[in-house]
């Protein structure tokens, strides 16, 4: 079948997130003269404050963002009958353009881990390196020097998170270490590093550093507010895309469908949400999730959707008080003029205030010791030891405080400070297909699996207490914010609430009841929510076990159509994903050059 087409490329990006900036800017500067369109569904970012400012990054998750969607889970019995809601974003940078740009990296062992030919720690390390600009620290063996990505501690030192560090040291007895993202080391107290760039204290995006600096090159097309809705084949031969002007980003455009046609490859790289819509949507996946769409099936793969690492990594926040004098990012985050021109007019002047600063300075990758995982207990043991026992590069969860309220409520104009836990290797796994809603329209199908295993609640419960005992010996703290924590039975010893002030080092711990330990449970399962590190619904990995794409990142079943962005992840990394978004970019990049033949810097 033949189709008119609007106008032809080289290589289609469906999807112009992290991952797809990085792979169109590699491609782009190794070969001008490459035709490369990205289509986008969301706006573009280009110099807007509201990206380049690292401050501002917790706009995007407001009610009436448009640089964010909002994909709503199925209501699940783990989650005390809630309907989870997991963000994603929707811009020109994708997530790397929304994110809090806190960097952490997996364990080198991760990569090795998901047994896929040309992706072991090996040969993706030197990737890792050419990412990045580690600003931090001089000479260390694993980080680069010379990429585009600069990462810098930031614009400002937060007294709260020299506290966090102080007092997790001494109470929970772990060393300090100055680099935890080594590949290798964990459980000790840190410093956060961010995707920040410490000369010019804004946000390290894919978008500015890959794409927008490129702007000089006529070839490199990115054309924004256009929803991919499916790939064109000819047999099963990728030739081109079909869009419709974006629904959330352009709200009052028409919806006819246009078609432009790919010479050399098709790309998706639409995120875990959109990659692997735009495959269903192309016929590509189970019978029975097309069959109910009415689309006629190209491809039988079942494991298109599947394998859902919304298993993502769970986060709890809970929100404390700070003393009047500490100082945090409320006052910036509550809008207040004064003191943002004051910190603006500074980070104009030498690019370092509260502006270049995301409030999170300090974490550690914390693994239990023999005494913790006794607390713990029987329901997270096999977990322990199938799992984590025999890799002491692993870490259960981060555990970390932020110097401001990090949350949507409408508190009191105070100092504030959000402890925060996130599981990074929960064991259970969800789904995300269409499907058709009521009124006729195409919807979603969406199974987080949010607290399914039982092991995966165990950590956040632990971590809730641990955090909390950390936090009321911190010298800023002044008590709970009751409303955000569990509601603790009257009488209890755990009932939260204001302080004077904080505790003595050697307090003894709070002493919890089972009526309590109920009150944390379903007060996790109440409010526990996605880490926004959504992964795996394309993942690389045999078809036989359900992969969708092969170690080249080709789809199986078609020739001409790759995936590359966070979906093909086979197997859950234990980090915050950008890191992982880039490093998929940067090996994308090597394969589709390697494949067509173009000469690109190692
Ligand atoms: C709120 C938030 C906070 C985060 N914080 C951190 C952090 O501090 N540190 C860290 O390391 N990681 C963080 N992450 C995770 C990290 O940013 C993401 O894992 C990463 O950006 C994912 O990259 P990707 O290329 O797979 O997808 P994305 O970057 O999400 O890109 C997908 C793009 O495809 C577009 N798209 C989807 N469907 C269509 C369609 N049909 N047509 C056209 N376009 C489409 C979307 O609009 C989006 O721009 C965070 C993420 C979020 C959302």
Redesign the pocket.
């Known amino acids: 079948m033949s189709y008119p087409f609007l106008s032809e490329f080289d290589i289609i990006f ?7 900036c990085v792979v169109a800017g590699r491609l782009a500067a190794c070969d001008p003269s490459l035709r490369i369109l990205i ?4 706006q573009h970012t280009l110099n807007k404050a509201a990206h380049v400012q690292p401050y501002q990054y917790f706009i ?2 407001a009610p009436t963002s448009t640089t ?1 969607t909002i994909n709503v889970g199925n209501p699940s019995p783990h989650l005390n009958g809630r309907a989870p809601i997991v ?5 020109i940078g ?3 353009s ?7 990296r997996s364990p080198a062992s991760d990569f090795d881990d998901w047994g896929v030919d040309g992706w072991e720690s090996k040969n993706l390390i030197p990737l890792m390196k050419k990412v990045e600009t580690y600003e931090v620290q001089a000479d260390r063996p694993t980080h680069g020097y010379n990429g585009p990505i600069k990462v810098s501690s930031g614009g400002w030192k937060m007294g709260i998170s020299e506290e966090f560090i102080r007092v997790g040291m001494k109470y929970h007895k772990r060393r300090f270490s100055d680099d935890s993202n080594d590949l290798e080391t964990c459980n000790t107290y840190t410093h956060m590093r961010r995707y920040i760039d410490g000369t010019t204290g804004m946000r390290s995006d894919a978008a500015h550093h890959y794409v927008y600096n490129q702007a000089h090159n006529p070839n490199l097309q990115i054309w924004v507010g ?3 809705k499916r790939v064109i084949f000819e047999d099963k031969h990728a030739v081109g895309v079909e ?1 419709t002007d ?1 629904p959330v980003s352009c709200p009052d455009a028409g919806q006819s469908s246009s078609i432009v046609r790919a010479s050399k490859l098709v790309v998706v ?6 990659s692997p ?2 495959l269903e949507r192309s016929g590509i996946g189970a019978e029975a999730i097309l069959k109910r769409c009415d689309i006629q099936q190209l491809v039988d793969l079942p494991g298109v959707g599947e394998n859902y690492r919304l298993r993502d990594h769970n986060i709890v926040f809970s929100p404390y008080f700070a003393a009047d004098g500490a100082i945090t990012m409320d006052p910036l985050w509550r809008g207040e003029e004064n003191v943002i021109q004051e910190h603006l007019a500074r980070w104009k002047s030498n690019r370092k205030s509260l502006i270049a600063q995301n409030g999170n300075d300090a974490k550690i990758k914390w693994r239990p010791d023999d005494e913790e995982l006794k607390v713990m207990g029987s329901t997270f043991e096999p977990r322990w030891k199938e799992f984590f026992q025999d890799r002491p590069e692993m870490a259960v969860a981060i555990l970390t405080v932020f110097a401001g309220y990090l949350g949507s409520g409408d508190l009191p104009p105070r100092n504030y400070m959000t402890a925060e836990i996130t599981t990074l290797y929960p064991a259970s796994v969800g789904s995300v297909h269409i499907k058709l809603g009521e009124d006729g329209k195409e919807d979603i199908d969406f199974t987080t699996g949010f607290l399914d295993d039982p092991s995966d609640i165990v950590p956040l419960n632990f971590g809730y207490k641990k955090l909390r005992e950390i936090g009321r010996r911190m010298p800023s703290y002044r008590g709970e914010v009751a409303a955000f924590h569990p509601p603790f039975p009257e009488g209890s010893a755990a009932v939260c609430g204001e302080a004077t002030g904080p505790a003595d080092l050697n307090a003894p711990d709070i002493i919890y009841t089972a009526e309590d330990d109920e009150a944390i449970e379903r007060f996790h399962r109440d409010t526990m929510q996605t880490g ?2 959504s992964l795996g619904t394309c993942a690389m990995k045999s078809r036989a076990d359900q992969g969708v794409v092969d170690a080249r990142l080709n789809v199986y079943g078609v020739t001409n159509l790759k995936v590359a ?3 093909i992840v086979p197997k859950i990394v234990g ?5 992982t ?1 880039l490093l998929v970019g940067e090996k994308a990049a090597m394969i589709i050059a390697e494949d067509l033949g173009i000469k690109c810097r190692p």
Do not use: P, R
Request: aromatic share 12%; net charge negative.
């Open positions: 469906a999807g112009g997130g992290s991952t797809a289509l986008e569904g969301g995007h998750q964010m963000h994603c974003a929707h811009c994708g997530g790397s929304v994110n809090f740009m806190n960097y952490t256009k929803h991919v869009f974006d790289s639409a995120g875990a949400f959109g819509a735009i926004w590190h962005d966070l979906s980090t915050n994903t950008y890191s978004a």
